[in-house]
């Protein structure tokens, strides 16, 4: 296989960076308190985050080590940040990785060896430890990725011959921290709560989103009707019907969750838009939450591809 990119980043094993990993790997966004313009232009096909190992070591020792991997895959291009994203940012409310791209998690590898039994090449291993010396700013390298998928299991497909390979999400599990007891954040600091923790957030994020779709496709002439399930607007014009999913989120526009109803929605009616908001400011606490901003992306006709699909929970029957 030929060469990719990688942007090899070190997370630091502190509450905070650990608390930052989660909600990365949550809201499918990573950023670095940098300029926007030490990154942009930079091109990469996959974002490894290792976390585990302490990188303040020499090179020899470093390779004779083992580290925990969450290999993703990079979407879209580096953009700024404008409001607190992570726990840290909203704890003191200020924006502190305005440079920021999104990630889509395919896999988290435990106690990887550094060294070379492991999958990477020394370059790529010892841009983790050279990362974790540098704040967690990203280090990009090329290498061939055979040996690093066949560990993941996973067979990669190249949209075209001169593409970047890809990997299909429904080969894929989620993607999250292992479970471990964390002391109580203090009660005068921030949750640091993502999109999935509180209802109340949550709610005003979607409804943020079909706000602006509504206004969108008002000022595209359509009468819109918000419906709710199993889609979220209804659109007529002359005659004409569309339909719209929409879905809001804080991070960046890499992955959304789908009901089994919006998917077979999506495949069944012939003019379904996915309307999805990403980078939504929220401010205040429950239950008085203000939101603002987004960045829109908007996929007409669509049709969620089975590739692009990632199962997370399943119905389970209790034995009689």
Not at 267 to 288: H, K, N, Q, W, Y
Request: glycine share 8%; net charge negative.
């Amino acid at each position: 296989m030929a060469e990719a990119s990688f942007l090899m980043v070190h997370v630091s094993q502190s509450a905070t960076g650990q608390d930052n990993l989660a909600f990365g790997l949550e809201t499918r966004s990573w950023g670095f308190p940098s300029r926007l313009e030490e990154y942009a232009g930079t091109k990469m096909d996959f974002v490894i985050l290792g976390a585990g190992a302490s990188p303040r070591v020499k090179l020899e020792i470093w390779l004779n080590g083992t580290i925990d991997l969450y290999v993703c895959q990079a979407v879209g291009d580096v953009y700024e940040g404008t409001a607190p994203h992570w726990p840290d940012e909203i704890d003191e409310h200020r924006v502190k990785y305005p440079t920021r791209f999104g990630i889509e998690p395919l896999a988290r590898l435990a106690a990887v060896p550094l060294g070379p039994t492991g999958p990477l090449p020394e370059a790529a291993s010892d841009a983790i430890r050279w990362s974790g010396t540098q704040s967690g700013f990203g280090k990009l390298v090329k290498f061939d990725p055979d040996k690093l998928f066949a560990l993941m299991d996973v067979t990669p497909e190249f949209p075209s011959t001169d593409s970047a390979p890809v990997i299909p999400l429904n080969q894929t599990r989620p993607v999250s921290l292992p479970a471990q007891p964390r002391p109580p954040r203090s009660a005068k600091r921030g949750t640091g709560t993502g999109r999935q923790s509180d209802p109340r957030k949550r709610e005003a994020i979607e409804q943020h989103a079909v706000n602006l779709a509504i206004q969108h496709y008002q000022q595209a002439g359509w009468t819109v009707e918000e419906v709710g399930k199993p889609y979220d607007l209804r659109l007529t014009k002359a005659g004409a019907e569309r339909r719209v999913e929409v879905k809001g989120t804080t991070g960046a526009p890499t992955s959304v969750e789908l009901t089994f109803n919006e998917v077979q929605h999506a495949r069944e009616f012939p003019e379904v838009d996915l309307f999805v908001v990403s980078d939504i400011t929220v401010a205040g606490t429950t239950p008085d939450f203000t939101t603002s901003g987004g960045t829109v992306t908007l996929l007409p006709d669509w049709e969620p591809a089975e590739e692009d699909l990632r199962p997370t929970r399943f119905e389970y029957r209790i034995p009689s």
